[in-house]
């Protein structure tokens, strides 16, 4: 393993000498908010490095200014949780960027295909995934773990090339341009704790509810970021839920509620808490924040959404394009609703050339779906 600043800088300059570079991190964060990094995985075409990023005194500014050098393509497979650990770390993102497990949705290898089976399916290669639920921060590893680490950035660079030639060859190269736009925003990364809320799958009724679901939220983030451990560790989600149902103003009446551990009310968290229900309180009527849209499917509708289910099955299975990455079922009832005037992805980009504008002729009575020889077919009218 790289273990030194010197040693990384040397084995990042020749990687920067290549067109592209496969990617992979090992990381741990089932104890702390923040991943700790404990291992980088990079392969060129001619070179394969792993790096020790918990070594004693290595700086990795060599490894952030190849991931900010945009002469080099960065291939990653579900490049997500790997980037959001180099911006959180190194304050950029990598770009441009080539993440394999879209490209295989594009390319029609199903909905979120897994490393070893792309490699499977492409190389014909089975991946021995016995060190995949390594304490990858123990040291020193094995020679097991560190072929294990290596291998998913080697076989990386077979599937990048072959996923690669494939768009070229259907011209679904802009397709996957796209997507990768939505990988390299900020924005996908660097959530502000007031939007916390937003990652909480609880329908408030009232304006009151969701001001005081922002507030705990919004806390429980700032607290979790500070203290360095996970959401769950300082407040659950359930008992957030409770929270902004029964709108606790005291100690007495925190300490009521079922999802609360007996006394926590007493402690600085639980008066933290009280504090950040009463701050909604103090919110004036007229600005408290409005209730997010519910998607609602009038009566009758449903059938149009089934519809549409078949069409969009229909359209992925002929185009060889995971439906996955299409459309998916809030897109579907909002096509059916609001047809032409869904704000929705399926209706833009190469997304409508290949099922929007179809599933809009669908609503409109312009295709009928028949069956035909045991097949669903859509036939224009």
């Not at 959001?84 to 029609?108: H, K, R």
Request: overall charge negative.
């Amino acid at each position: 393993m790289i273990e030194t600043t010197a040693d990384l800088a040397e084995a990042c300059k020749t990687l920067a000498q290549s067109d592209y570079i496969t990617i992979d991190t090992e990381f741990l964060r089932e104890t702390t908010f923040w991943p700790q990094l404990c291992l980088i995985q990079m392969a060129s075409p001619d070179l394969a490095v792993i790096v020790d990023p918990m070594a004693k005194g290595i700086d990795l500014a060599p490894f952030f200014a190849l991931m900010a050098d945009d002469t080099v393509v960065k291939v990653f497979h579900a490049a997500r949780q790997d980037i959001e650990i180099i911006y959180n770390l190194g304050g950029l993102i990598p770009s441009p960027i080539f993440d394999t497990q879209v490209a295989a949705m594009v390319c029609g290898f199903g909905d979120s295909v897994s490393y070893d089976q792309l490699v499977q399916k492409v190389k014909n290669v089975h991946i021995d995934k016995s060190s995949r639920f390594t304490d990858w921060s123990h040291r020193p590893l094995s020679e097991k773990q560190l072929d294990y680490a290596l291998a998913d950035v080697t076989h990386l660079r077979d599937v990048y090339q072959h996923l690669k030639a494939e768009l070229e060859r259907e011209g679904r190269s802009l397709w996957l341009t796209e997507e990768m736009a939505i990988l390299e925003a900020r924005e996908t990364y660097d959530m502000h704790p007031d939007d916390a809320w937003q990652r909480l799958k609880m329908r408030v009724r009232k304006p009151i509810e969701l001001a005081v679901l922002q507030t705990v939220a919004a806390w429980r983030e700032r607290e979790a970021r500070a203290r360095n451990v996970p959401r769950g560790r300082i407040l659950k989600d359930d008992a957030i839920y409770e929270i902004a149902q029964q709108q606790p103003r005291d100690a007495e009446a925190l300490g009521r509620l079922r999802t609360i551990p007996k006394g926590w009310e007493r402690s600085t968290a639980g008066g933290q808490v009280i504090e950040a229900v009463n701050l909604a309180f103090d919110i004036p009527k007229s600005d408290l924040p409005k209730l997010p849209r519910q998607n609602h499917v009038p009566d009758g509708a449903a059938s149009a959404v089934e519809m549409l289910k078949v069409l969009l099955k229909l359209t992925a299975e002929q185009e060889g394009v995971a439906a996955k990455i299409i459309a998916n079922s809030e897109d579907l009832e909002r096509i059916a609703v609001d047809g032409e005037e869904a704000t929705v992805s399926a209706l833009s980009g190469w997304r409508r050339d290949l099922f929007g504008e179809k599933a809009l002729k669908l609503i409109r009575g312009e295709v009928a779906l028949r069956f035909v020889d045991k097949r669903i077919e859509a036939v224009e009218l």
